[in-house]
């Protein structure tokens, strides 16, 4: 199982990114999928997670409101539109698919991650 995310890169304070990440061989098609991020000294923290059919969202505290996840599940694809980035957004972000067809907050409810892509906010 594979998990291509892409989209991360440079952005000024109040500008918006796009996050994708794909799945292999259809690995998610029944599993939830979700965002994790780990800034530079600070240990990984839970952005969001969707659902195996996109029905049910769920999002940090930090990030409500201005992230959107979504997914395709022709393709096994989730976005993470991500606006209004603030520079404590700063971090590499990882992608991973959950254990089931539901999955929270918890790292013990993924089985498989992606490498992460940096994502750099400026003030």
């Known amino acids: 199982v594979q998990l291509q995310a892409s989209g991360g890169g440079l952005v000024q304070a109040g500008g918006s990114l796009r996050l994708s990440c794909a799945a292999s061989r259809r690995a998610a098609s029944n599993n939830a999928m979700g965002w994790f991020r780990q800034a530079p000294g600070k240990e990984r923290e839970f952005v969001a997670s969707i659902s195996w059919n996109g029905g049910t969202t769920t999002y940090a505290d930090s990030v409500k409101g201005r992230f959107t996840l979504s997914r395709d599940r022709a393709t096994d694809t989730v976005y993470l539109q991500m606006n209004s980035l603030k520079p404590e957004d700063t971090a590499v972000y990882s992608c991973?698919?959950?254990?089931?067809?539901?999955?929270?907050?918890?790292?013990?409810?993924?089985?498989?991650w992606g490498q992460g892509t940096q994502v750099t906010v400026s003030s």
């Open positions: 991973a698919i959950g254990r089931s067809s539901y999955a929270g907050n918890s790292f013990a409810g993924y089985a498989y």
